[in-house]
Antibody
Framework: QVQLVQSGAEVKKPGASVKVSCKTS????????VHWVRQAPGQGLEWVGW????????NYAQNFQGRVTMTRDSSHSTVYMELSRLTSDDTAVYYC???????????????WGQGTLVSVSS | DIQMTQSPSSLSASVGDRVTITCRAS??????LAWYQQKPGKVPKLLIY???TLQSGVPSRFSGSGSGTDFTLTISSLQPEDVATYYC?????????FGQGTQVEIK
């Protein structure tokens, strides 16, 4: 049973940073990319970026370049997304999601974490 | 960047109705198109990938079609449990863009 389990809700002040974790279980940590997607209250889904847990490679959406950092701890099958210089516009639920990497083609997000609410308020 | 445009943004239909949602890509994406269902307060769920392949466990009343720039999600007979927002997503390259969503309600 594949599971992505995220860390709990966070409340931050403007200008602060937040670090959200996503622990995978039920499958090998290697062989997948882990993407991060956010959803502001009442809004749609916005892709933030991905990390390749095998080698730590990353690809960030242009909107988040310079503010987001994705890392991994292979020994604990956990990936992290850190977002800095938070503003109220960053208030959202942040999801991690898994993409299979195989055969040089692309796959959608078949498993998702439960989401982590990040609230930014003074 | 390739933009994904869904229509309509919302719809209301009766139980048993056939419902169609369209998604248009601003450039060709072959068949690298997925559809997700998000029920209120829940995590998005993969319904269809490769434009027309049903994800395991998804009811057969859901179907997808299209290639290139124009895609369609069809619910052949709308059920009360289908109340949700549906998103299309391109996944052939960065950025992995989603459509703005289509909210489906029961009339």
């Amino acid at each position: 049973q594949v599971q992505l389990v995220q860390s709990g809700a966070e409340v931050k002040k403007p200008g602060a940073s937040v670090k959200v974790s996503c622990k995978t279980s039920g499958s090998t940590f290697i062989g997948y990319y882990v993407h991060w997607v956010r959803q502001a209250p009442g809004q749609g889904l916005e892709w933030v970026g991905w990390i390749n847990p095998a080698n730590g490679g990353t690809n960030y959406a242009q909107n988040f370049q310079g503010r987001v950092t994705m890392t991994r701890d292979s020994s604990h099958s956990t990936v992290y997304m850190e977002l800095s210089r938070l503003t109220s516009d960053d208030t959202a639920v942040y999801y991690c999601a898994r993409e299979t990497v195989s055969g040089g083609t692309w796959y959608p997000f078949d498993y998702w974490g439960q989401g982590t609410l990040v609230s930014v308020s003074s | 960047d390739i933009q994904m445009t869904q229509s309509p943004s919302s719809l209301s239909a009766s139980v048993g109705d056939r419902v169609t949602i369209t998604c248009r890509a601003s450039q060709g994406i072959s068949n690298y198109l997925a559809w997700y269902q998000q029920k209120p307060g829940k995590v998005p769920k993969l319904l269809i990938y490769a434009a027309s392949t049903l994800q395991s466990g998804v009811p057969s009343r859901f179907s997808g079609s299209g290639s290139g720039t124009d895609f369609t999600l069809t619910i052949s007979s709308l059920q009360p449990e289908d109340v949700a927002t549906y998103y299309c997503q391109k996944y052939n390259s960065a950025p992995w863009t989603f459509g703005q969503g289509t909210q489906v309600e029961i009339k």
